[in-house]
């Protein structure tokens, strides 16, 4: 059972970046699809990113896409979310999952398996 924990959250003004990482401690991380998915107050989890096991393939929500960039070092067995020009509704939890099933085009969360525990991220105006 792999798990997983992110960092790199925090409280950004509007316009600034942050970069989150997500570490695994599964040996066979790159058998995995991994994606992000944020979830503010009140709302639904929602799909921010996700990549393939190579790395070769991205996909991104409309909302971050041009934003956000998602990337993976399989050695270190850590996926990563660059984010710029950040805005304040991208005020959230952010949470890194993994599955071994699911591919980079996969953007339900109820596809995969393994969740972190999530980092805020707050964007002040």
């Known amino acids: 059972q792999v798990q997983l924990v992110e960092s790199g959250g925090g409280l950004v003004q509007a316009g600034g970046s942050l970069r989150l990482s997500c570490a695994a401690s599964?040996?066979?991380?790159?058998?995995?699809?991994m994606g992000w998915f944020r979830q503010a107050p009140g709302k639904e989890r929602e799909f921010v990113s996700t990549?393939?096991?190579?790395?070769?393939?991205?996909y991104y929500g409309d909302s971050v896409k041009g934003r956000f960039t998602i990337s993976r070092d399989n050695a270190k067995r850590t996926v990563y979310l660059q984010m710029n020009s950040l805005k304040p509704e991208d005020t959230a939890v952010y949470y890194c999952?993994?599955?071994?099933?699911?591919?980079?085009?996969?953007?339900?969360?109820?596809?995969?398996?393994?969740w972190g525990q999530g980092t805020q991220v707050t964007v002040s105006s």
């Open positions: 599964e040996p066979t991380f790159s058998s995995y699809c």
């Open positions: 990549i393939s096991r190579s790395g070769d393939y991205t």
């Open positions: 999952a993994a599955d071994t099933t699911a591919c980079y085009y996969t953007t339900s969360a109820g596809e995969y398996e393994y």
